[in-house]
């Protein structure tokens, strides 16, 4: 079956801290990427997406993935964290030309000053 | 360019009623997906549709319902609402099919 895993439910980080995000989806032929953050009380919104090309993909503010089609997996990094970037995160695939975007768990990061 | 919106906010409903709830995609897109999110869980996939048809369904039995107008906007209905229906529902529109969603803000169902 189709699916997202994301290891860490919560990861807590000291504010300028680099952090990792882990995510792992099931194995496919083809698959669309995706990073969406959620402010408490609020919707999702995308943070960055990889359909194809560069396997390394970056959003406006800081954040980076790296597509790595042999393990699988697509960690969201950023190098130096904010206390603003305290928020839910799930890592998100389409996979093998479905129409459904299967979502993992979701990891709380906490940004600590 | 107005994004997803979804009405109402917050709903609070007893076990038995029904409910509709409402979004209105971004403008241009055609295709909606409606996701129910459980507290502490990820979205977990309840229909699409695309140009007023259902594409495709989750693991939802058949009292979740759904209509997609003319002007794309669509609806989500819940008959003989249950408890563990309490959850966001989120609702996010596209382009066209397999392109990236875009998500409203929910709507916060509560079931007493």
């Known amino acids: 079956a189709q699916s997202v895993t994301q290891l860490d439910s919560q990861v807590p980080v000291f504010e300028e801290a680099p952090v990792e995000l882990r995510c792992n989806y099931s194995s496919s032929v083809s698959v669309y990427l995706f990073w969406y953050v959620q402010y408490p009380n609020q919707g999702l919104q995308l943070l960055l997406k990889?359909?194809?090309?560069?396997?390394l993909v970056e959003s406006i503010n800081g954040f980076e993935a790296e597509f790595n089609k042999s393990q699988t997996s697509f960690h969201l990094r950023k190098p130096s964290v904010h206390i603003s970037d305290t928020a839910e995160y799930f890592c998100a695939a389409l996979m093998d030309s479905s129409y459904k975007l299967i979502f993992g768990s979701g990891t709380r990061l906490l940004v600590r000053p | 360019e107005t994004g997803v919106t979804q009405s109402p906010t917050h709903l609070i409903k007893t076990r038995g009623q029904q409910v509709t709830l409402r979004c209105s995609s971004q403008s241009g897109h055609n295709t909606v997906s409606w996701y129910q999110q459980a507290l502490g869980q990820g979205p977990q996939f309840i229909f699409q549709y695309y140009r007023e048809e259902e594409n495709g369904r989750g693991n939802f039995p058949p009292r979740f319902s759904g209509l997609q107008f003319p002007n794309y906007s669509s609806e989500l209905n819940v008959n003989a609402l249950e408890l563990d229906d309490s959850a966001l529902y989120l609702c996010?529109?596209?382009?066209?099919?397999?392109?990236?969603?875009?998500f409203g803000p929910g709507t916060r169902l509560t079931v007493l």
């Open positions: 996010a529109s596209s382009l066209e099919l397999y392109n990236e969603q875009f």
């Open positions: 990889y359909l194809s090309g560069s396997t």
